[in-house]
């Protein structure tokens, strides 16, 4: 069994980490850290996990953390977590960050987008999580930084046209929507249920931060630079996260030349189905599970290449894929955990 | 491994026993029917079931369905199981039937509120499947009526004051509130997106066919006949589903001893869970599980007891229940196939 | 032209006082106080009252505000209204408050629910403004408490009952579903998204502030001590407010009877609708309007009779409702600026 | 005051058509047709519009509603208002067709996407009844094709770039959203509320009706033969329509040039709002009203600039602009019947 343990438990990224770990046949949660429920139980944070939730949530202790656990799971507002998991690393514990804080390779992105880095010496040992794509580094790494959810969706989605010769490199456009739990469990104006529900908005056009991830992403892959648009949307929805992605496809390109390129990418793929052409991908199809949906197009007409991913961004946006890249580093199964169906209707 | 065979597994609640029964450890599907969805795997009717979903829906051939099943789940419009129920049962099936052919002890009840029963002789053997409340009887049973949503939660929230001495057992209301689920697949204007989105309404109003199925569990449970008020509400969520139970306590009872009758008859459930007094229970908190979570509170002004019920309407009120009940009958661990929480938020 | 002032422009209430009285044909808003955006314009605040939208929020400044205007409207929280209506009315002004600090007779009672009041000599010069009931008082009125949205759904669903001899005044429950909006502007977990979306929760048990004002006006219009039970409940919409009240009718009473009776009580009001016996209301058909639609169902089985009551908290239950008192006290047109339907879908 | 006849008054645009009618100061309905609900009132049909709705619903009779009316609104699925138009025009009134059977120039266009047109020597005489820009054509007109809700959006959105030098025509995305309502009345499983509820898909990618229609305003305002995608999206509330468009911007064009040419180009226009740069519309705030609001922005670093377009399907995108139509053609103040703002929260 590994000893796992999660900082920043009772937000809902943390709640979900609870619930795919108590319910993991080769992993016990030995440590909870969280500062606003010092002292409760999860099961009192959390209703639904009652029967499995007597473990008493800590203020963050790292030597007692450190002691008990093999991994720590960060799942902490960027910034919060840099210090933490260099403490972890100097430990000798494997750490997941499910923040932005290594998931990047260069500290002037990083600095730009978010804030001043106090470790920036290991970038170098960071692995970017994903796990579909990084699985051989993510087999050694000490450190991963889990992606973001708008990034898995793009990268997913992209992947397999970066090193074809199927579409332009230029031009493309993510045009992504996503469920209000993606904002997190904070209070605000914009998740306050009379304002967001029944209505559907922009937001962070051209500045949000996973931009700048998913476009060094994307230039690893293809071996270039690359710079693309990205525009969010907040969807009256709880969970789920769908890109529409808009590519420009070289002049005689079939959609089942496309569709072939994608299902051989993936064939190996527990976590992302390539759904037959013609068929798009839904995020209730997806939601409460670990899988990434994604479905092709073409529009002929205008020469476009339209890719469409889909995944619960609380699960392979988050926790689902945190898991996965645990059961990565510690030789388990890769679904071990994650293997089972959502939840419809 | 027990041979399982589901008839109307295309619906909401076939779909729920289809996900359940594809993760049980101790059951395996071995026969689908689908009159709708005939020739097409279950995984193309319900893409989150891509990943188990090989299993091709049949015509309903009794003959075929028996050799290869043991038990069989029928998830149909009322009427439509009693003769399927009755040529199973000829062939040494055994039979859980999740609509309402069986479930009523009187003829004439049935049909009054329903429509002529062919296989009255059947009635005796049958049993009522609310598994906490007639456990033994379920063991040996061959044919279940699996209970109806609205009557599992009145049921379960009622059944430890039946024979206490702590409240009137006239004067009994129950509210209930249930989501959209609760209709079924069946295209409806009530269940019209824009129809049912945003509004609340009361229906059927003192005329609801679960109210002769609550009275008559709740008759036999306290040894006289007995009448409620029974008032269902649709409510504009997808699951999950409420009771708010009003009664008058006799004079100088308190809340105390209400809670420790409660917490005595269902100390060794694992699905009920009674919370600590002034804790309400919510719907969100059962949804996608099999729990029952039941909450008590006291009007000292107007000498009126609340007990709350609620439960997801497609698990504990219908798949689930009908799982335990498998689990029942096949002498499995009664929680087996069921034993996770449910999905937050 | 009507001279209005608001206080408390930038919440729910007040901005759906901001949307009527613009569009009011003879009212005109000289005045609005929001003391956390001061200095924004209302249409910059309120995007959708964009080109109505150029007065300008200002701070409170009782005397500015007092000889701007003829009447204001104070939509406050609980507690802040006490001081500003007072000074308000030496200034010879008419006061319309939107929170609870003028709906009570009773000092010990609003002491008891609510905290210690400082104008408790304003008591008797305040009328409950429930229009239906009390116009006569209204129209010479200075100061309007005006009523809650809970109690607007109550009392006009049993006011013709109360008087009549076919119904016990026992035993009366009021099952009330509330929309979100009803919990107002403030940020708070249990309105945050993901946390009040397909769920289904009641609250305040026993306890809620709106008991003691519901069972002081029963009680006047009955002319004897009246007590009830009230359940409130959370439902997953924006607007919209729905009770189910339960009675014991007395022996031999029929529906068509208590239709009669409803008919005749309301036969003169605009703003209520008494729907035929079967027909019960919908919070869709109300909402976006100042309707009150009351449907009425007989359980004979049980003796029970159900009357439900639906309105837009936001309308009826407050911002429209004080409209109408305006319109009222100023000799007004009962329904002029409220003349019109709601929207649907 | 201009007498009005509906044909389809019971679905939703049908609904909205009257609701807005009956409120308008120079307008009187005077004909309701509806197979459906034949013998009904609207009262009954629409609970809403209770106080509005004596009105009886009848067969189709164009002889009776001819005489009755100066103008009808056919509010009917496509192919099915053809006939019914040439025969009112046939009788001097005339005619505002919310279907697509009148939008198109071509009709090889018409015939492709759609069915055989049984009148295409009308399309000459019949205006695109886009208001704002071919509001002189529709002042003598006889014949108008209401333009679609997908249309509006992005022909609004897109017009005053395409006499613009400052951007490319080329390469144009139009990523769409939109509320259920759009989907109409009529029962589907896509719409039904457990499977459209809490989730999210992309639709007729690459072949919705809509792309032509929009590449025909397209063309004509642009003086070229304009090509764009087109990707609609169904999303889970009820009303509201926003599209995202996409575009090259020319090199060195800032978005404040891009602010200035469209606060210009929509300077007198009542029902257009350009936001401010940096503000992004959203659904809510012109949801329940006639209003299109339009945002803007760029990203430099890929250097695309989004326009943002938000309506209400049913009014802007349907029944509002059809109101909006006949007011242009009957010589009234172009906002008569709709100058109010939508409903929030």
């Given at each position: 069994m590994v000893k796992v343990g999660i900082v920043g438990a009772t937000g809902y990224v943390g709640g979900e980490l609870v619930?795919?770990?108590?319910?993991?046949?080769?992993?016990?949660?030995?440590?909870?850290?969280?500062?606003?429920?010092?002292?409760?139980?999860?099961?009192?944070?959390?209703p639904h996990l009652h029967n499995w939730g007597n473990i008493v949530c800590q203020k963050l202790d790292v030597e007692a953390l450190?002691?008990?656990t093999e991994v720590v799971f960060l799942a902490l507002p960027h910034g919060v977590s840099m210090d933490i998991a260099a403490q972890l690393l100097?430990?000798?514990?494997?750490?997941?960050?499910?923040?932005?804080?290594?998931?990047?390779?260069?500290?002037?992105v990083y600095e730009k987008w978010y804030i001043k880095h106090t470790q920036p010496q290991l970038f170098s040992q960071a692995v970017y999580g994903l796990c579909e794509l990084n699985r051989e580094?993510?087999?050694?790494?000490?450190?991963?930084?889990?992606?973001?959810?708008?990034?898995?969706?793009?990268?997913?989605?992209l992947a397999p046209l970066l090193k074809s010769d199927l579409v332009e490199l230029t031009n493309i456009i993510i045009d992504s929507k996503s469920g209000v739990s993606?904002?997190?469990?904070?209070?605000?104006?914009?998740t306050h249920f009379p304002e967001c529900n029944e209505t559907l908005k922009a937001y962070n056009v051209g500045k949000h931060r996973h931009k700048p991830e998913i476009?060094?992403?994307?230039?690893?892959?293809?071996?270039?630079?690359?710079?693309?648009?990205?525009?969010?949307?907040?969807?009256?929805?709880?969970?789920?996260?769908?890109?529409?992605?808009?590519?420009?496809?070289?002049?005689?390109?079939?959609?089942?030349?496309?569709?072939?390129?994608?299902?051989?990418?993936?064939?190996d793929e527990y976590f992302v189905r390539v759904l037959k052409p013609g068929v798009l991908p839904e995020t209730k199809f997806v939601a409460g599970s670990n899988f990434c949906d994604l479905g092709l197009a073409l529009?002929?007409?205008?020469?476009k290449l339209m890719v469409i991913s889909a995944i619960d961004n609380l699960i392979k946006g988050a926790a689902g894929q945190a898991v996965q890249n645990m059961n990565i580093m510690f030789d388990l199964a890769e679904p071990r955990g994650l293997d089972y169906p959502g939840i419809f209707p």
């Open positions: 619930r795919l770990l108590t319910r993991h046949p080769q992993a016990e949660i030995t440590y909870l850290v969280s500062e606003s429920y010092e002292g409760k139980t999860i099961g009192e944070v959390f450190a002691e008990k100097a430990k000798g514990k494997k750490v997941i960050d499910l923040g932005a804080d290594y998931r990047f390779d260069n500290l002037a580094k993510i087999k050694t790494a000490n450190l991963i930084g889990n992606p973001g959810c708008y990034p898995t969706t793009a990268i997913l989605g993606g904002a997190g469990r904070g209070l605000n104006l914009g476009e060094q992403e994307l230039s690893k892959l293809a071996g270039e630079e690359m710079k693309i648009t990205f525009t969010p949307h907040l969807i009256p929805m709880i969970r789920g996260m769908l890109s529409t992605i808009y590519l420009n496809i070289k002049p005689g390109v079939t959609l089942e030349q496309v569709h072939r390129l994608y299902q051989e990418f993936y064939q529009d002929q007409d205008s020469n």
